[in-house]
């Protein structure tokens, strides 16, 4: 085992005594644990990945959160160099040819040819235009023109990503784990008369995600800028997801509000809470060797090996997926389900009819209108405030990140490491954190009228009229109905009084009967993951890879 030392401000008291095996080699110490939907958390093989450590004085409250695979005496080479090695057994620059022998792939779906551009200031993605690019297209763009290449839904493409995503799907607890992976040229350019280096290169913008990433770097490297907090979304929900505005990016920019710049570098990993806004870019020898710590004979070695700063860069970015399956939200609307077929069975409990709302096909049940309420509440929690924006100009951003929102947005314990985990820290910190002591405070606080619910079916018919309805999200078998009736109906239409009555009966049923609803939530959750893995192996068998099985060890990749 590697052992380590960790920079960070909230190093659990107690560790715990369940294994998770592949995060407890990405992230070594437990690290993960008190990090996990709190900050960012880099675990590094390398001595030194912060920008410019050599020339400017280091805050420690500016240090992304980092877990140091160091050099002490019970370290060896060999076992760094394993941990590379095994980074590139999941996937590597060779294995790009036979991605691209499939004559299937579509453009802008299956994968991207993409780079960074900027506009007025503002910062873009710039897209190769079409659905089918040449693979001598593709490289020419990749070599000559600068541009990065995405794959998506590795985990259907590739069997040992299939078999890493799996198993943190499984430790995670996450409703799905996806995979992309991301090839950036290097920042040698031999077609530049005045210089063979650029400054830098990228394929996105600053951006957030809507998942929780885990990042692996599989070879080259990479500068990274990441928030110290979540600027704009809180555990961000997929339906919410936009690209930040000029005067967020203002507030991103600012030194106090983001970590010092870092290199990620082979071997190294990198978490990424879903709601940070971060940016990634391969960067040239003018930037990086005036930056590290490193000895002058090494300096000039590099500066000197055209190969080092021609190295592309390769990292997989694992997304941990909860949408609205695997967090409180979730649980509780499954609640929901299993309180409306208790009272009124599979047809009963209309709230609006069909003939209320023309071209609805079904009725709309009081089940949907509870669910959507509760999801308004998802949506309007955890977001900063008029009193906090006028704070932004200050160091600090003020969050209540215990409020009904947040804590509906939070991915609910599953197993018993996380379960381990949170009572650790519930011993730590005062709030509740324990599956039921959240799960009790969140129905208590809960309290959603049909004004909410009319905004949330807004929402969604919004949703719907711009092509994009993927996005949103509601477990079980739900009606999309709803979008067939004006939102206003729902408040002009029904009892405020029987909303009410509805609602409480609810919360009565789904504090009585805690674990009758996990049990059912847990037996809906296994079948949801048998389908997408049935879906990733139907892929993987379409490109002659055979489906991936578990890993029980980080190291067993075959």
Not at 422 to 439: E, L, R
Request: proline share 5%.
């Amino acid at each position: 085992e590697i052992s380590t030392t960790t920079t960070t401000t909230n190093t659990p008291k107690k560790k715990r005594t369940t294994v998770l095996p592949i995060l407890d080699e990405f992230f070594p110490s437990h690290s993960l644990d008190n990090a996990w939907e709190s900050y960012p958390l880099l675990s590094t093989v390398h001595s030194s990945p912060l920008f410019n450590a050599a020339s400017s004085p280091t805050d420690p409250t500016t240090i992304i959160p980092t877990v140091h695979v160091t050099s002490q005496p019970n370290i060896t080479q060999t076992s760094i160099n394993r941990r590379i090695n095994t980074f590139q057994r999941i996937f590597s620059l060779s294995n790009i040819n036979e991605i691209f022998s499939n004559p299937n792939l579509v453009h802008l779906e299956d994968y991207k040819v993409a780079k960074k551009i900027y506009r007025n200031n503002e910062e873009f993605v710039g897209m190769v235009p079409g659905k089918y690019i040449s693979p001598e297209d593709v490289t020419q763009l990749f070599n000559m023109g600068g541009f990065s290449l995405i794959v998506n839904a590795m985990q259907q493409r590739w069997k040992t990503v299939g078999q890493v995503a799996r198993t943190l799907q499984l430790e995670t607890g996450a409703a799905y784990v996806s995979a992309n992976m991301y090839i950036t040229p290097g920042t040698y350019d031999a077609q530049k008369a005045d210089s063979s280096f650029v400054s830098s290169r990228s394929a996105f913008e600053a951006h957030w995600d809507w998942m929780d990433v885990i990042v692996l770097q599989i070879s080259g490297r990479k500068l990274w800028s990441v928030a110290q907090l979540p600027i704009v979304e809180y555990l961000s929900t997929r339906d919410v997801k936009r690209k930040p505005t000029l005067h967020e990016m203002d507030v991103f920019m600012q030194k106090e509000h983001r970590y010092r710049e870092f290199l990620l570098q082979e071997g190294d990993a990198l978490y990424i809470p879903r709601g940070w806004i971060h940016n990634a870019s391969t960067v040239g020898p003018d930037l990086v060797l005036t930056s590290l710590k490193e000895e002058e004979e090494q300096q000039q070695e590099k500066e000197e090996s055209i190969e080092y700063w021609s190295e592309p860069s390769l990292h997989i970015t694992f997304g941990i997926e909860h949408m609205c399956f695997t967090t409180y939200e979730g649980l509780i609307l499954y609640a929901v389900r299993l309180f409306h077929a208790q009272k009124y069975g599979r047809t009963g409990g209309v709230a609006i009819s069909k003939q209320a709302c023309p071209g609805a096909a079904l009725d709309i049940s009081w089940q949907m209108i509870l669910q959507f309420a509760i999801s308004d509440a998802v949506r309007r929690g955890c977001t900063v405030t008029e009193e906090e924006e006028e704070k932004e100009t200050s160091t600090t951003l003020v969050y209540n990140r215990h409020d009904i929102g947040c804590q509906l947005r939070k991915s609910v314990p599953r197993g018993d490491a996380w379960n381990e985990i949170y009572s650790i820290i519930q011993n730590q910190q005062p709030q509740p954190n324990s599956m039921y002591d959240t799960y009790v405070n969140i129905l208590d606080n809960l309290n959603p009228t049909l004004e909410h619910a009319a905004q949330f079916v807004h929402r969604v018919q919004t949703l719907g009229n711009e092509g994009n309805l993927e996005t949103f999200c509601i477990p079980g078998e739900t009606t999309f109905d709803i979008l067939y009736c004006p939102a206003q109906h729902v408040v002009s239409t029904l009892s405020h009084v029987k909303f009410m009555q509805e609602l409480q009966e609810f919360k009565i049923f789904a504090k009585d009967n805690f674990d009758v609803v996990v049990k059912e939530w847990e037996k809906y959750l296994v079948g949801y993951r048998r389908q997408g893995w049935q879906r990733d192996d139907a892929h993987l068998r379409g490109v002659h890879h055979e489906p991936p099985t578990l890993l029980n060890e980080f190291y067993d990749l075959s």
